[in-house]
């Protein structure tokens, strides 16, 4: 195992190595597979599901969540070399920690957590790193026109037009999103496909528009991003 520089914040008093952790077989994974474009892509990414662990670590009495899809699938790449996940948890917080979502149900026996919330997580990871919650945590701002997107809900929404807007309507009949006219075609598109690249957006709109859109969707909570 190798390490590299420790971070100059109060966690680094009794966290240090758990910080300073490399996994260049984490890496080169997650640059085969294609889940990153960029070693220094990987290495940033693995370096907030470090930080989270520590927070989560450090504030055992509440249930932190995981507020980004991104962070949270290195985690879970993480977890796949099984042997050196488990040697990381045990060598720098005394148990394993499981990849377990903050929605879980409670287990019997144990005292009950309380729930956090983003602001919560945001002023904690402040207070133990010194620096604010990095853009990395909020994937609505990690939109790029080559990154794919996921629908986890595709057909499970229809357009209706109302004067110069159109409306994103659920199943049940409730207005869940509303854009111009002019993005019409860019929306359809997304509410019947499960995958899709955000520069596939079709209609006349530009890419600063394309990127907007999508963006504006994962905030709400409709779409996701993929590896």
């Not at 042997?83 to 005394?94: D, V, W």
């Not at 496909?193 to 957006?201: A, I, T």
């Amino acid at each position: 195992m190798t390490t590299a520089a420790p971070t100059s914040s109060i966690a680094t008093n009794d966290h240090a190595e758990a910080l300073a952790f490399e996994a260049p077989y984490l890496v080169e994974k997650l640059l085969k597979d294609h889940v990153v474009s960029s070693s220094e892509e990987a290495e940033a990414l693995f370096r907030e599901v470090k930080r989270y662990l520590v927070l989560t670590a450090s504030s055992p009495t509440i249930a932190w969540g995981m507020y980004s899809l991104r962070i949270d699938q290195i985690w879970h790449q993480f977890i796949l070399f099984t042997r050196q996940y488990i040697e990381y948890c045990r060598a720098n917080f005394g148990k394993y920690i499981q990849h377990a979502p903050s929605t879980a149900p409670a287990v019997d026996g144990l005292p009950k957590m309380a729930p956090s919330t983003l602001d919560m997580f945001a002023e904690r990871y402040e207070e133990l790193f010194g620096e604010p919650l990095p853009d990395l945590w909020y994937d609505e701002k990690n939109v790029t026109l080559d990154r794919r997107i996921v629908n986890s809900r595709s057909h499970a929404f229809h357009l209706q037009d109302d004067d110069d807007m159109v409306e994103l309507l659920s199943n049940e009949g409730e207005a869940v999103f509303a854009v111009d006219q002019t993005a019409r075609s860019a929306l359809e598109f997304i509410a019947h496909n499960g995958s899709f690249f955000v520069r596939e957006l079709p209609g006349e709109i530009n890419d600063e528009q394309r990127i907007a859109l999508v963006s504006t969707l994962i905030e709400y909570k409709l779409l996701n991003l993929a590896s």
